[in-house]
């Protein structure tokens, strides 16, 4: 069976370990880019934590706190993209269809949102 999926350049040289350690193997150029986003949700974070400090009107630090929410959606789309085309795909593959039920609750968790 083919992979279906368009591969992303991001996702070059992506892949998850099958043992107990639950680990995955992100590349370097994927690493970099969660990282600076990461970096800048952290800045948007002390930002916010300013905003309050100096007496911000309400309005405009949920405005911040929501553009904060979605950048950290953002990360979390980008992971789960990752995981879809590379882990899941693969583990299916083996005949190891109980990722489906894990990756069910991991959507489940982020649609609490």
Do not use: W
Not at 19 to 44: A, F, T, V, Y
Not at 78 to 89: S, W
Not at 92 to 97: A, K, N, R, V
């Amino acid at each position: 069976m083919s992979s279906e999926f368009e591969k992303d350049p991001l996702l070059e040289g992506e892949n998850c370990s099958h043992s107990s350690e639950r680990k995955s193997h992100h590349s370097d150029k994927m690493k970099k880019n969660l990282e600076s986003r990461l970096n800048r949700i952290e800045g948007q974070v002390r930002g916010i934590k300013r905003l309050i400090d100096k007496d911000t009107y309400c309005d405009d630090v949920i405005t911040q706190i929501a553009a904060t929410q979605a950048a950290l959606n953002s990360v979390a789309k980008i992971l789960l993209e990752a995981h879809l085309k590379e882990c899941v795909v693969d583990r299916i593959q083996s005949g190891d269809l109980e990722v489906v039920d894990e990756v069910l609750v991991t959507v489940q968790k982020l649609m609490k949102k």
